[in-house]
C-alpha cells in the first residue's frame, strides 16, 4: 500500500496547499470521523433537522441545494449556524458540466450562489480544463476547493479508463484548486508509468456506500465503509439514504445510523493505518 494511505489525516495536511483541503482533513482528525452526510430531501425543516441531528458525527454535510422546494438563502444562514455548531466542512454536489464562462456564474450568482458558502463542489472533467479555470477563477479567491468526478457509483457509469485517468491529470495540472475526486477507489498513481509526480495526495470521497442493502431501482450501488476505506483507499464516506432512510422526522434513528456509520468508516480507516505491508 502507497505512503498518502498509510498516513493519518492529520499528517495529509501538510501534503495540501488549499485552505478547504486543509480544512477537510483537521475536521476528520479532530473529531474522529470520515463520515459524510448526503441530504437529500426536498424541505427546508427536514434538511436542517437532519443535519443538527447528524452534525456531530460528520467532518462534512453535502448539499443538493437546488432540491428543496421552499428554498429561501435563510435557508444558508441557519446551514452555516449548523457548520460552525457541530464543526463540519459544506460540500454543495453541483456536478458543475458546462463552458468555463457559465461554470463561473452558475457557481456565484443565480439564487443559490454557491461559492458564498460551499467550502467545496465538483465538476464533471468532460469539458476538459477549462472548467477549472472557470471554476477557480471565482472559488480560489475564497479559498475554496473542487472535486472532479472522476468515476461514479451508478451501474454503467462511462467514467472509467481514459477518461478517469484524463481527469486525473486535469486534476495534477491544477492542484492549487482541485483537491481530490469523487471516485470508487483512491487515484493515487492513476496514469503514472512511475511514480513521477511528488506529491500525488488527492482526498477520495465516495458515494455509493450502504450496510443494509447493495442498491436501489434506479443504478445506485452500495459497497460497505470497509470496502470503500480498506480495500479501497478512499477517504470519506458519503452516506445519504442509509441514515435519514425514508423518514426524516426520525431523528433517534438517524443518530443511531450515523453513529453506526461513523463508527464503521472509522475503524476501517484505523485499519488502513496500522495495516502492515
Ligand atoms: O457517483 C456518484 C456521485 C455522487 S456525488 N454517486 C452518487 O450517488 N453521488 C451522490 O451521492 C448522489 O447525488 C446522492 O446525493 C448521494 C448518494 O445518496 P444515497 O442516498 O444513495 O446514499
Same mark, same amino acid.
Given at each position: 500500500?502507497?505512503?498518502?494511505?498509510?498516513?493519518?489525516?492529520?499528517?495529509?495536511?501538510?501534503?495540501?496547499? $488549499?485552505?478547504?483541503?486543509? +480544512?477537510?482533513?483537521?475536521?476528520?482528525?479532530?473529531?474522529?470521523? $470520515? !463520515?459524510? /452526510?448526503?441530504?437529500?430531501?426536498?424541505?427546508?425543516?427536514?434538511?436542517?433537522?437532519?443535519?443538527?441531528?447528524?452534525?456531530?458525527?460528520?467532518?462534512?454535510?453535502?448539499?443538493? @441545494?437546488? *432540491?428543496?422546494?421552499?428554498?429561501?438563502?435563510?435557508?444558508?444562514?441557519?446551514?452555516?449556524? +449548523?457548520?460552525?455548531?457541530?464543526?463540519?466542512?459544506?460540500?454543495?454536489?453541483?456536478? &458543475?458540466?458546462?463552458?468555463?464562462?457559465?461554470?463561473? !456564474?452558475?457557481?456565484?450568482?443565480?439564487?443559490?450562489?454557491?461559492?458564498?458558502?460551499?467550502? @467545496?463542489?465538483?465538476?464533471?472533467? /468532460?469539458?476538459?480544463?477549462? *472548467?477549472?479555470?472557470? !471554476?477557480?477563477?471565482?472559488?480560489?479567491?475564497?479559498?475554496?476547493?473542487?472535486?472532479?468526478?472522476?468515476?461514479?457509483?451508478?451501474? %454503467?457509469?462511462?467514467?472509467?479508463?481514459? #477518461?478517469?485517468?484524463?481527469? /486525473?491529470?486535469?486534476?495534477?495540472? $491544477?492542484?492549487?484548486? /482541485? @483537491? %481530490? &475526486?469523487?471516485?470508487?477507489?483512491?487515484?493515487?498513481?492513476?496514469? +503514472?508509468?512511475?511514480?513521477?509526480?511528488?506529491?500525488?495526495?488527492?482526498?477520495?470521497?465516495?458515494?455509493?456506500?450502504?450496510?443494509?442493502?447493495?442498491?436501489?431501482?434506479?443504478?445506485?450501488?452500495?459497497?460497505?465503509?470497509?470496502?470503500?476505506?480498506?480495500?479501497?483507499?478512499?477517504?470519506?464516506?458519503?452516506?445519504?439514504?442509509?441514515? #435519514? %432512510?425514508?423518514?426524516?422526522?426520525?431523528?433517534?434513528? @438517524?443518530? !443511531?445510523?450515523?453513529?453506526? #456509520?461513523?463508527?464503521?468508516?472509522?475503524?476501517? #480507516?484505523?485499519?488502513?493505518?496500522?495495516?502492515?505491508?
Amino acid at each position: 500500500m502507497s505512503s498518502f494511505l498509510r498516513q493519518t489525516y492529520g499528517q495529509r495536511i501538510q501534503n495540501h496547499t $488549499n485552505p478547504a483541503a486543509k +480544512l477537510l482533513l483537521e475536521t476528520m482528525e479532530r473529531k474522529k470521523t $470520515n !463520515l459524510a /452526510v448526503s441530504v437529500d430531501v426536498v424541505k427546508s425543516k427536514d434538511f436542517l433537522a437532519i443535519i443538527d441531528a447528524v452534525g456531530p458525527f460528520v467532518c462534512l454535510v453535502k448539499t443538493h @441545494i437546488d *432540491i428543496l422546494e421552499d428554498f429561501d438563502y435563510s435557508t444558508i444562514q441557519r446551514l452555516q449556524d +449548523l457548520s460552525v455548531k457541530h464543526d463540519f466542512v459544506i460540500f454543495e454536489d453541483r456536478k &458543475f458540466a458546462d463552458i468555463g464562462n457559465t461554470v463561473a !456564474l452558475q457557481y456565484s450568482s443565480g439564487v443559490h450562489k454557491i461559492a458564498n458558502w460551499s467550502h @467545496i463542489t465538483n465538476a464533471h472533467p /468532460v469539458p476538459g480544463p477549462s *472548467i477549472i479555470s472557470g !471554476l477557480s477563477s471565482v472559488g480560489l479567491p475564497l479559498g475554496r476547493g473542487l472535486l472532479l468526478l472522476a468515476e461514479m457509483s451508478t451501474r %454503467g457509469a462511462l467514467a472509467t479508463g481514459s #477518461y478517469t485517468e484524463d481527469a /486525473v491529470r486535469m486534476a495534477r495540472a $491544477n492542484r492549487d484548486f /482541485v @483537491i %481530490g &475526486f469523487i471516485a470508487q477507489r483512491t487515484m493515487e498513481g492513476v496514469g +503514472l508509468q512511475s511514480h513521477s509526480v511528488d506529491n500525488d495526495d488527492f482526498l477520495t470521497l465516495t458515494p455509493g456506500v450502504g450496510l443494509d442493502s447493495k442498491g436501489d431501482a434506479m443504478g445506485q450501488q452500495y459497497r460497505t465503509p470497509r470496502q470503500v476505506i480498506l480495500e479501497s483507499g478512499c477517504d470519506v464516506i458519503i452516506v445519504g439514504r442509509g441514515i #435519514y %432512510g425514508k423518514d426524516p422526522s426520525l431523528v433517534d434513528e @438517524i443518530k !443511531l445510523q450515523a453513529q453506526r #456509520y461513523r463508527e464503521a468508516g472509522w475503524q476501517a #480507516y484505523q485499519e488502513r493505518i496500522s495495516a502492515h505491508v
